[in-house]
Nanobody, 125 residues
Framework: QVQLVESGGGLVQAGGSLRLSCAAS????????MGWFRQAPGKEREFIGA????????YYADSVKGRFTISRDNAKNTVYLQINSLKPEDTAVYYC??????????????????WGQGTQVTVSS
């Protein structure tokens, strides 16, 4: 079993950038494909993107393509979400999640087995 902890959120002005981190413990991160999701106030949790266990492939939701980039460093047991050109509508709690079925790049919440507690991103206009 793996434990996930997100960090790097905060308050940022529109147009700025953030890099979120998701640190894993308890089991090596290379055992999992990883996904990122977000949940805005009053909305359902939304898939952002995913990365295969070895970083070889990524997949993004259309709504974030071109501004969001997922990467990972398995040696550091950490996955990253780089967010550029932030918009007020990016305000949400951001979650990382681990899928122990590797190589599929799932987009649905129920496909993921482990979740972090989330980190808040607030974008001011």
């Amino acid at each position: 079993q793996v434990q996930l902890v997100e960090s790097g959120g905060g308050l940022v002005q529109a147009g700025g950038s953030l890099r979120l981190s998701c640190a894993a413990s308890g089991r090596t991160l290379s055992s999992y494909d990883m996904g990122w999701f977000r949940q805005a106030p009053g909305k359902e949790r939304e898939f952002i993107g995913a990365i295969t266990w070895n970083g070889g492939r990524t997949y993004y939701a259309d709504s974030v393509k071109g501004r969001f980039t997922i990467s990972r460093d398995n040696a550091k047991n950490t996955v990253y979400l780089q967010i550029n050109s932030l918009k007020p509508e990016d305000t949400a709690v951001y979650y990382c999640a681990a899928d122990d079925v590797r190589g599929v790049l799932q987009t649905r919440e129920y496909e993921y087995d482990y979740w972090g507690q989330g980190t808040q991103v607030t974008v001011s206009s």
